[in-house]
């Protein structure tokens, strides 16, 4: 087992995961644990079972056999009020306007931040009167950020938040939005493969790869030892 971030019960905990998607094993004994108030990346290639596992700590997904637990008590889908998720395909309503949608995401999240959606309209620069259906790819994951941080859920679930959004904005996001909102208090894991505009901001990676948790690392352990994160990414996948 892997232990990563604080003492105490940790935000995330998996044991001895094990997932089959059409007779194919997609993860095979994960485990791995976050710390409440971590900023947790899941690094690892295409088809790696990233988003599958991400799923699996939403409570979407159940496990066939092992165990999910959040905050100490298993994950599933009476915890989602615990779990702000950004998919990793758009899911938004095409026919709404953004200031539409986030009308309706205000009144379908009792933990809704009207002054966080204030802020992060600006930040993220996303106009209201714009209709989803007419957004660019980027324009509309920075909606799908919006919509997922506006909450204060205790753990924040990312599934490669900067789909199509351009290099200067991606690491502007990276620092001014994703930065800031890890606080230390709220929990995020973040599956990606920008590793470099996020590095500097992960306390933890955990590398995932074919359905194993291949290695995990406190990233400022690993920069005492003279490593970064992309170094030991190509490492463990080279
Ligand atoms: N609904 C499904 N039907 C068939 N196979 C699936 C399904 N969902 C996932 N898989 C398979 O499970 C494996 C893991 O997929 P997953 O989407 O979790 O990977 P990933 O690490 O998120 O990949 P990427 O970085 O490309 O997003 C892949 O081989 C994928 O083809």
Known sequence: MTKLGRAGAPAIRCDKV??????????????????????????GPNGAGKSTLLRLLTGLLPPDSGSVE????????????EVSF??????????LSAGEWLGFAARLYPDWSRARERELTAKLEVDPARRIGSMSRGEEARL????????EAPLLILDEPFTGVDLLSRERIASAVVGEMADGERTF????????????????????????????????????SGRSVESCYREVFA
């Open 18 to 43: 094990e997932v089959s998607i059409k007779k194919k094993k997609v993860l095979n004994q994960v485990a791995f644990e976050v710390g409440a108030g971590c900023l947790a990346g899941l690094l």
């Open 70 to 81: 959040l905050f100490g008590a298993p994950a599933g889908p009476d915890r989602l009020a």
């Open 86 to 95: 950004l998919p990793d395909r758009g899911q938004l309503p095409v026919y």
């Open 144 to 151: 799908q950020l919006l919509t997922c941080l506006s909450r």
């Open 189 to 224: 894991l973040i599956a990606t493969h920008d590793i470099r505009e996020m590095e500097h901001l992960f306390d933890s990676i955990v590398l995932l790869g074919d359905g194993t948790v291949k290695a995990a690392y406190e990233v400022e352990a690993l920069r005492e």
